[in-house]
């Protein structure tokens, strides 16, 4: 298991899409890199929580000609006890030391016909007191349209099955229908967007192979993504189109701060609150209990895009 190949592709991936979206933006990403020693945190009951060491580069940009904001994150981070977050479906592993790293990037555009992003790729290890070594990997890319377009949502998914066409033929259904299962609002019983692939977990067959699989959704998303803002950038909006965006931003908000797994493993593991809330868009609206006009662009969005189904 050599998890310095896996830094030195992450942090590769980073640098490519950072790179990539600057021809597409025309304004550089500021990168911000960080380090952290290992500590112990005292709260107000006295008792004290471990900080394990860290490092990492986090990539932004703010008030781009196309990205609102725009973060590209690379972290790898340590430490002594396994979060209550990691451990909820391995209680074996209560009390290992850690290691994780991982690349997580989220776009939001300013012009509301193209879409919001996400993608990440991570690898996690855990190390038993016996000596023996536990990895996963996980990952994954989606597509959270404010305006649905039909071939837009069809080329991202295509892309999606292409990342896997390599390895076993089964995983894209399986890995689509995961995405469509966890990026999903409870609480609002909606999904967040039109679904992409995500997968956790991985460790089967084996490292090499799991490591093959993580590179290769890595590598696809640029070309998932790219082709659909470069499209809609520059598309004419007004004011409603504006205003619907922003709206539909909320829930992305909520998604992250409420089910988000990485957001939630980040902020248990006392990691770096400027990286994992990159993600969050700049300027988002709520409103009471609004409903969509029957027969508007908004109201298709609900009933033909924000419903699960076989895009490819």
């Given at each position: 298991?050599?998890?310095?190949?896996?830094k030195?592709?992450?942090?590769e991936l980073?640098?490519?899409?950072?790179?990539?979206?600057?021809?597409?933006?025309?304004?550089?990403?500021?990168r911000?890199?960080?380090?952290?020693?290992?500590?112990?945190?005292?709260?107000?009951?006295?008792?004290?929580?471990?900080?394990?060491?860290?490092?990492?580069?986090?990539?932004?940009?703010e008030?781009?000609?196309?990205l609102?904001?725009?973060?590209?994150?690379f972290?790898?981070?340590?430490g002594d006890?396994?979060?209550?977050?990691?451990?909820?479906?391995r209680?074996?592993?209560?009390?290992?030391?850690?290691?994780?790293?991982?690349?997580?990037?989220?776009m939001?555009?300013?012009?509301?016909?193209?879409?919001?992003?996400?993608?990440?790729?991570?690898?996690?290890?855990?190390h038993?007191?016996d000596?023996?070594t536990?990895?996963?990997?996980?990952?994954?890319?989606?597509?959270?349209?404010?305006?649905?377009?039909?071939?837009?949502?069809?080329?991202?998914?295509?892309?999606?099955?292409?990342?896997?066409?390599?390895?076993?033929?089964?995983l894209?259904?399986?890995?689509?229908?995961w995405c469509?299962?966890?990026?999903?609002?409870?609480?609002?019983?909606?999904?967040?967007?039109?679904?992409?692939?995500?997968?956790?977990?991985?460790?089967?067959?084996?490292?090499?192979?799991?490591?093959?699989?993580?590179?290769?959704v890595?590598?696809?998303?640029?070309?998932?993504?790219?082709?659909?803002?470069?499209?809609r950038?520059?598309?004419?909006?007004?004011?409603?189109?504006?205003?619907?965006?922003?709206?539909?931003?909320?829930?992305?908000?909520?998604?992250n701060?409420?089910?988000?797994?990485?957001?939630?493993?980040?902020?248990?593991?006392?990691?770096?609150?400027?990286?994992?809330l990159?993600s969050m868009?700049?300027?988002?609206?709520?409103?009471?209990d609004?409903?969509?006009?029957?027969?508007?662009?908004?109201?298709?969005?609900?009933?033909?895009?924000?419903?699960?189904?076989?895009w490819?």
């Amino acid at each position: 298991m050599d998890s310095t190949a896996v830094k030195k592709y992450l942090l590769e991936l980073q640098e490519l899409i950072v790179e990539r979206l600057e021809q597409v933006d025309g304004k550089k990403f500021i990168r911000d890199k960080w380090q952290r020693e290992a500590s112990n945190k005292t709260d107000s009951n006295s008792s004290q929580t471990s900080i394990g060491k860290g490092e990492g580069i986090s990539c932004i940009l703010e008030e781009g000609n196309v990205l609102e904001r725009g973060g590209v994150a690379f972290s790898h981070v340590q430490g002594d006890k396994m979060p209550a977050s990691a451990t909820a479906h391995r209680p074996e592993l209560a009390g290992c030391s850690w290691e994780a790293m991982g690349v997580s990037l989220v776009m939001h555009p300013r012009n509301p016909y193209a879409p919001t992003s996400h993608a990440n790729v991570r690898m996690f290890m855990a190390h038993k007191p016996d000596g023996e070594t536990v990895f996963w990997f996980g990952g994954g890319m989606d597509l959270t349209p404010y305006y649905g377009f039909e071939e837009d949502t069809t080329h991202f998914h295509q892309v999606c099955k292409n990342a896997f066409a390599p390895f076993d033929s089964s995983l894209h259904a399986k890995y689509k229908k995961w995405c469509d299962e966890y990026f999903f609002l409870k609480h609002r019983n909606e999904p967040r967007g039109v679904g992409g692939i995500f997968f956790d977990d991985l460790s089967t067959p084996d490292f090499d192979t799991c490591f093959a699989i993580q590179q290769s959704v890595g590598d696809h998303f640029l070309s998932a993504y790219v082709p659909l803002l470069e499209k809609r950038k520059d598309t004419p909006y007004g004011e409603r189109e504006r205003d619907f965006q922003l709206y539909r931003r909320g829930r992305y908000v909520e998604f992250n701060l409420v089910v988000d797994r990485g957001t939630i493993f980040g902020l248990q593991s006392n990691g770096r609150t400027e990286s994992i809330l990159l993600s969050m868009p700049p300027l988002v609206k709520w409103r009471y209990d609004w409903q969509p006009e029957k027969g508007t662009p908004e109201a298709e969005l609900y009933e033909k895009y924000l419903v699960p189904r076989d895009w490819v």
